[in-house]
């Protein structure tokens, strides 16, 4: 069921930036609830969780890395990576490679299965989105992908500043 949506600023005619902000942000983590839901079935079928997802994506798309650097990028902890990592690896899915660097910390790549899984599961994500463009046809896409790109641009600048606030 769709509900009909009333616009702020036909609520509240002085409605704020902030305000509008806040519409655009409870939309977001609404959508993201939705495609999270849709990327855990999709994942489910490879045996993956969103967690092993989220490593599996991140080793695929930015490469080997330690598990200090994979944690240094999310929103995990570096045990619980390291608790996926563990599981990818019974799986077939990553690898331990040597790190010169620093014998105690080794570098977690992608298998070539690992490789495979996510190029499979990446493409079956993409179809499902690509089904979605009837009901956005339209839509200025390109705007909206921008004014998100900028809102998490600073969102970012906001969180580094706030922490380098809390540190000081």
Known sequence: MTRQRVKR???????TAGEAIADIAGEILRSF?????????GAAQHGLTMSLRAILQDLCEKGP????????????????????????????????????????SPIIGPTEAGERA???????????????????????????RETLHRLREALEDRLAQRRHEVDA
């Open 9 to 15: 600023s036909e609520r509240d005619p002085a409605g």
């Open 33 to 41: 609830e939705l495609l999270k839901a849709l990327a855990a079935l």
């Open 65 to 104: 890395r330690t598990v200090p650097q994979i944690a240094a990028g999310r929103t995990m902890t570096r045990q619980s990576i390291q608790a996926s990592v563990d599981q990818l690896r019974r799986m077939g899915l990553a690898e331990v490679r040597s790190n010169p660097a620093h014998r105690r």
């Open 118 to 144: 996510w190029q499979a599961l990446r493409q079956r994500e993409t179809a499902a989105l690509a089904s979605l463009a009837g009901p956005l046809s339209g839509c200025p896409l390109d705007a909206a």
